[in-house]
């Protein structure tokens, strides 16, 4: 009679069965992590068919050569051309007694603009333009003492104005005579094109800038002077072999790179950046022309590629 | 003690029965206000502080925002952890608390440490506040705004949302917040054109100036006139886009410029971090309704719903509230799934008691203790605060079946007692007699029952939270159910019941035909085990085999998932997207799920709106999926085909991690924040980039320890920044101030409210910045000009770098440190012996510099506490278990004869789970758990009887044949009926019913194997097992 030797394997898998149970009590969800296997056959390709690329606006270009321009976009103003600008002063001090012109008034050279009776000799005189052009000024009233050093009327030939654009100093060494420039004044006025005609060889004290001009003809005076405009100058005009949109353009791990469409799908190939122009960037190395590169939508391939790592801090 | 109390109750009968009614009353009572939930919430206790800071980058944030806060918060009484995230323009600071720290203490004392943050955080960099008073559970309602005449904008719509919904719903009791989401919130634009600065020779301070002083109203007190008083005011509001373009900038030769000639003045759209779009067509204007803590659910959705209605009236015509998710469908389901279950195991117990006892009034007496059993836990749930939902009512279905077992045990014995009494026997004495005999070992296998739940109260965390309620109201019903088979049974039989049918003398007592029928087979069987006992010993080897066969092949998994009936599909997207790149890409999947048959409309929340109970980063969007009626879907089945389908036809989508995930389960886990593997290293420092490289070499070392799997280091950075370095020595040659070019920056790029334009009570920002030509690329904000003090300008180019670079898309911090995380799962060994190698590894390696710090967690570092606390309440159970066994048999030999019964009964278990192809998780186990208790309660109810014909003087052999088949009907009586009653369960197909599933499978599998030792086994090795000083 062992009763003892009979409970002994019962007791025992029992014990097992307990610590098992008790064991899954406090199972992890670790069925949760299975799927995340497999990450280490895609290196770096991705692989999408023309129904996805037209889905997520993925748009693959050739890549060739292409004229580029870098521009500067300068503040500026109109100003009446200094060439062709008059100061009429009264020739002796006397009282104003006849004015026969207005601001505005368009004169032509030699136009009597005043007539003033000399202090000295009390006898009266003309005062005439010198030029032809616009009056833009007027300082002289019917019955006013004037004398010579009151300027009496700017007369100005507005057929040509200057556009003087203000050049910060960083900009100073690219800005040079000739080169082309697009102003605008916005406010309904034309978009015009023109050429330096003279860069300012100092830096003004107070602004810490200098000028550059473009003579601009203004035949229906359009162009104000005092009309504040942009000016985008042409500072550099160059052909590259391989440019690029800069929307091709992906950051990855601190490089620059551009997907390439290859046999096997798109792959990111690090690539060197030359000089870059408004919206396209030259490439120096890294592509090649007639290679197919992704213009529009490298987001979302570059975001395929990190896929895996999104999940950090938000697993679920 | 027990006997006499048992007397007292048959004594005061009447007492008694208006006792019990009154309990049963304040039972149903405390029912009505019990609040109403789903699942048991799981959420950690938490209070959540929010600051948003527009336009501040994560350092910033981190720096000057969550620093502050966190320190505020450390040394707080009951916290446990401080964990914060310092995102792109928001700060938010979890401070965790204990478990079962009062929500609103909580709140109070970081509310008064709150104070103190504010102090410390610069003036302007945000204003921190507290999360909502709510939980995971809390989103109980989501709608948008349909706007079927298309006229209304975004803003528009908007602006309805915020100033009216809004409004109107917020006052709904029970109702804590509701966030706005898409759209835009209309704002005041004054976008300056930066050339007409330079024309009028402004800057910009000058007119962000000249805005806030044009727009102010104020009171002069008062004036008395003819005996009245006439309070002085004085209105300058500007009210509307009239009042700003006239507002005057500067005069010149008396000449004023407008704020209309240097700047376009429109409404627009503030900076968002969020949207919502529809049906991948285009946005939508949507809020969320978040319930306060601890309110019932069901309540506040119903008074939200009656809101909805009123406040659709007042909405213009052709705009209305669509509630596009709703958690009343969830609550409803789930709670009928139990109730359902609940009603129907009722139901077949009351058939099963009535074909057992062979009488209504026994069957009736028993009956009661089930509404008795129920109610009392009601009233119990009522005073602990539990709210009735899935599990907490799931564990009263889980009881039912137990809950009549002390009752059928009583009545039983009084039935037989009455049976064999004579005519002349006092009825009283008799009852008090029967009740007697049995009263101690119900009160002991009642007992055992509740104690073998202990171990479940001591789980923590999630599994805790979701499995102590149906622990804590099983033993609740079992408490009620003790008590009435104890001191009300007596009272009922003996008001109900029936002296035998007299003149039947000395015939042997009638036993229910049932019963009769069932011994016919029984007798013999149960003699063959008993004359030869060896083959019981083969039998119950036998069985054991095949359980110690089959558990290997179990799989296994934490719990299954609860369904909630909503599919979410998540998108996880780059860190560094764009608003616009992500609502593209999301109207793409739309699209693609729209073209599943079986889904009708799809809903989806990009980022956050109104800071809130959610504070999604921007490359996170959630599709809710609304699906046609299942009569119309391909497949048949549940949400689980579904969703396979939902996966298979959606596809890889580039660029995009796609999850399927719930709503409640989605937002739990981001309260949580924990971490999913089994192992997670954690690397505190001070530097980010010392971090990044420490926690990359540190993986690197984990990955060579044998058995490493899915090692993955945090993506902490990935977010672009324009960095934007103020050059001193150049600002030094202009004289200008560092804070003069920031302040420029700041308000020419990212904007400064200069006041508000109010619109009777709405009130709407007046933000001042450049015109987005000025200001939307590199090239243009290297040309922001700005002004020196001798009044040149200078582009800022010229006084500061600017460069492009990956800065952190979010810092995360763990107690006052920045840390990164490295997590990792352990294959094909023991995990602790694979973390002492790893650890020992990195100590080695020395790539830790001085102040580093690495910390080693995870959910091994869970399973182990919990193991630990096992292993001490388990055997601590058993031992009291064991304790009590002895103490109502006083034999060590008979408590070991009941402790066998274990072991067979899970055999059953095993393989049930096995044969209905389901693993072994949580829910299986409490179901083992409770299998414990009710074969030990059959054990002693069969035990008890033979010591007592034993002690009557039968002989061994006759006493074990006889007192088996006597104790036939007990024994099959609580074994069924706790199996019927968990029936409906296992064939419900319900909200919820996943997670019960297994539960009743176990219980149900091992009740068979169980009985059938209790029933054969048992008495074969009575014999072994016996007192043998009696004889």
């Known amino acids: ?316 | 003690m027990l006997e006499r109390l048992i007397d007292f109750s048959l004594k005061n009968r009447l007492l008694m029965i208006v006792g019990a009614v009154l309990l049963m009353a304040a039972g149903l009572f405390s029912y009505r206000q019990l609040p109403v939930d789903a699942f048991p919430d799981v959420s950690p206790n938490l209070v959540q502080v929010f600051t948003l800071t527009e336009g501040l980058a994560p350092e910033e944030i981190e720096k000057y925002v969550t620093y502050p806060v966190e320190g505020a918060m450390t040394g707080l009484p009951g916290v446990e952890t401080i964990r914060s995230v310092s995102n792109f323009g928001l700060s938010v600071v979890n401070v965790y608390f204990e478990d079962g720290t009062d929500i609103y203490f909580a709140r109070q004392i970081v509310g008064e440490r709150l104070q103190e943050a504010r102090d410390r955080i610069p003036e302007g960099f945000g204003d921190p506040e507290m999360g909502p008073i709510s939980t995971g559970m809390g989103q109980v309602l989501f709608y948008y705004l349909d706007d079927t005449t298309g006229k209304y904008s975004l803003e528009e719509l908007r602006s309805i949302q915020d100033w009216l919904i809004k409004f109107h719903l917020q006052t709904v009791p029970g109702v804590t917040e509701v966030l706005g989401i898409g759209g835009y919130e209309k704002q005041y634009h004054v976008e300056i054109r930066p050339d007409q600065l330079l024309r009028f020779d402004l800057t910009l301070e000058e007119v962000i100036e000249r805005v806030r002083a044009n727009n102010l109203n104020v009171g002069a007190q008062f004036i008395e006139k003819n005996s009245e008083e006439f309070i002085v005011r004085s209105v300058g509001l500007a009210t509307g886009m009239e009042d700003l373009r006239s507002i005057v900038i500067k005069t010149r030769d008396g000449t004023p410029v407008f704020l209309d000639d240097v700047a376009h003045i429109g409404i627009g759209g503030a900076v968002r971090r969020g949207l919502q779009t529809r049906n991948g067509t285009g946005e939508v204007v949507a809020g969320q309704v978040i319930k306060l803590f601890g309110t019932n659910s069901s309540t506040v959705i119903g008074r939200i719903e009656e809101k909805l209605v009123e406040i659709n009236k007042i909405l213009p015509e052709g705009v209305r509230i669509v509630p596009y998710y709703q958690q009343k469908s969830l609550v409803q389901a789930a709670v009928s799934t139990v109730v359902d279950a609940l009603l129907q195991g009722v139901l077949l117990v009351a058939l099963v008691l009535l074909i057992f006892m062979g009488g209504l009034r026994p069957s009736i007496v028993v009956s009661l203790s089930l509404p008795f059993s129920v109610l009392f836990a009601f009233l119990l749930m009522g005073r602990f605060g539990l709210s009735a939902n899935l599990m907490s009512l799931g564990g009263l279905a889980v009881a039912i079946g137990m809950m009549v077992d002390g009752t059928i045990v009583m009545v039983e014995n009084v039935d037989r007692r009455l049976r064999l009494a004579g005519p002349g026997d006092s009825r009283l004495k008799v009852i008090s007699r029967a009740c007697r005999e049995v009263g101690r070992p119900i009160l002991f296998a009642i007992t055992i029952i509740i104690l073998v739940f202990v171990p479940l109260f001591t789980l923590q965390g999630v599994e805790g939270k979701t499995f102590r309620p149906l622990a804590y109201t099983v033993a609740m019903a079992m408490f009620g159910s003790l008590i009435f088979a104890l001191f009300l049974a007596p009272v009922l039989t003996s008001l109900f019941m029936r002296t035998g049918k007299s003149g039947a003398g000395g015939t042997a007592p009638q036993e229910p035909r049932m019963v009769r029928w069932l011994q016919v087979p029984y007798r013999p069987m149960v003699g063959f085990f008993v004359r030869r006992r060896w083959a019981a010993v083969v039998l119950s080897v036998v069985l054991l085999g095949v359980g110690a066969l089959i558990f290997p092949r179990l799989g296994s998994e934490f719990s299954p998932q609860l369904r909630e009936g909503t599919i979410v599909v998540r998108l996880t997207m780059a860190p560094s997207i764009s608003l616009t790149e992500i609502k593209k890409t999301t109207l793409t999947v739309e699209r693609r799920l729209l073209a599943i048959p079986e889904i009708r409309e799809v809903i989806s929340r990009i980022g956050r709106g109104e800071v809130g109970a959610h504070t999604d980063p921007i490359n996170s969007a959630e599709i809710f999926v609304i699906l046609h009626p299942k009569s119309e879907w391909r497949v048949a089945g549940g949400q689980e085909e579904i969703e396979e389908i939902i996966r298979e036809e959606l596809g890889n989508v580039p660029g995009v991690l796609v999850n399927l995930t719930q709503p409640i389960a989605m937002t739990v886990d981001e309260l949580l924040e924990g971490v999913r593997a089994e192992l997670a290293v954690k690397i505190f420092g001070d530097n980010l980039d010392v971090l990044k490289e420490v926690a990359a070499e540190t993986a690197a070392l984990i990955q060579e320890v044998p058995g490493a799997a899915d090692v993955q280091v945090d993506q902490v950075s990935g977010a672009p920044q324009l960095l934007i370095r103020v050059d001193r020595q150049a600002i030094a040659r202009y004289g200008v101030n560092v804070a003069d070019v920031q302040e420029v920056i700041r308000a020419a790029v990212g904007g400064v409210v200069a006041g508000q334009i109010y619109e009777d009570i709405r009130r709407f920002d007046i933000l001042v910045r450049y015109v987005p030509e000025a200001r939307d690329s590199v090239e243009s904000i290297r040309n922001v000009l700005i002004a020196t003090p001798d009044g040149a300008r200078v582009p800022l180019d010229d006084l500061a770098s600017i460069e492009e670079i990956i800065g952190p898309r979010q810092i995360t911090r763990e107690n006052n440190q920045r840390f990164i995380s490295i997590q990792c799962n352990v294959v094909g060994r023991d995990i602790g012996s694979f973390v002492a190698e790893a650890q020992e590894l990195i100590d080695d390696s020395s790539i830790l510099p001085a102040g580093y710090l690495a910390t080693w967690g995870g959910q091994f570092r869970l399973q182990q506490e919990a193991n630990k606390r096992l292993a001490v309440v388990v055997p601590l159970i058993l031992l009291f278990i064991f304790l009590l066994l002895f103490g109502n048999f006083n034999s060590l030999r008979n408590s070991v004869l009941i402790l066998m019964n274990i072991p067979l009964a899970l055999v059953g278990g095993v393989v049930a789970l096995w044969l209905t192809g389901q693993n072994l998780s949580v829910p299986a186990s409490v179901g083992f758990i409770a299998l414990f208790g009710i074969a030990l309660e059959n054990g002693m109810v069969l035990v008890t009887y033979l010591n007592q014909l034993l002690r009557e003087g039968v002989p061994i052999a006759e006493a074990s044949i006889q007192g088996a088949c006597q104790r036939i009907r007990p024994v099959l009586m609580t074994a069924i009926t706790t199996a019927l009653g968990l029936l409906p369960l296992l064939f419900s197909s319900g909200t919820g019913s996943e997670v019960q599933r297994p539960l009743a499978t176990v219980v149900i599998g091992g009740l068979v194997t169980s009985t059938i030792l209790t029933l054969l086994v048992l008495p074969a090795f009575y014999k072994w097992f016996t007192v043998k000083e009696e004889r």
């Open chain 1, 1 to 316: 009679m062992k009763p003892s030797l009979l409970s002994i394997p019962a007791a025992f898998r029992y014990w097992i069965y307990l610590t098992a149970v008790l064991v899954t009590l406090q199972a992890p969800a670790l069925l949760a992590q299975e799927h995340e296997d497999d990450h280490d056959d895609h290196e770096d390709v991705v692989k999408l068919s023309a129904a996805e690329l037209e889905e997520f606006g993925i748009v693959v270009t050739e890549a060739g050569p292409a004229t580029m321009v870098r521009v500067l976009d300068l503040p500026g103003e109109i100003q009446a051309n200094d060439n062709h600008l008059a100061h009429i002063v009264p020739r002796f001090a006397g009282i104003v007694i006849d004015v026969k012109a207005r601001v505005g008034d368009e004169v032509t050279a030699g136009q009597v603009l005043a007539i003033i009776e000399s202090d000295g000799s009390l006898s009266s005189y003309e005062m005439k333009t010198l030029i032809s052009g616009t009056i833009i000024d007027k300082h002289i009233t019917l019955g006013e003492a004037v004398s010579r050093e009151n300027g009496a009327f700017i007369v100005a030939d507005l057929s040509t104005v200057w556009v003087d654009i203000t050049v910060y100093q960083r900009d100073i060494p690219s800005v040079a005579i000739g080169q082309k420039v697009f102003v605008s004044g916005g406010q309904g006025l034309p978009e015009v094109t023109g050429k330096i005609s003279y860069v300012s060889p100092v830096v003004e004290e107070e602004t810490r800038t200098s000028l550059a001009r473009v003579e601009l003809p203004n035949p229906d005076g359009a162009w104000r002077p005092g009309t504040f405009i942009t000016a985008k100058i042409i500072v550099e005009n160059f052909a590259v072999t391989v440019a690029i949109p800069r929307t091709a353009l992906q950051m990855m791990d601190g490089k620059d790179v551009v997907f390439v469409e290859t046999g096997e799908g798109f792959i990111p190939r690090e690539v060197k950046l030359g000089r870059s122009g408004k919206d396209r960037v030259e490439i120096v190395s890294g592509l090649s022309p007639g290679e197919k590169y992704v213009s529009v939508g490298g987001f979302t391939l570059k975001a395929e590629l990190a896929k895996e790592s999104f999940g950090g801090g938000h697993n679920h």
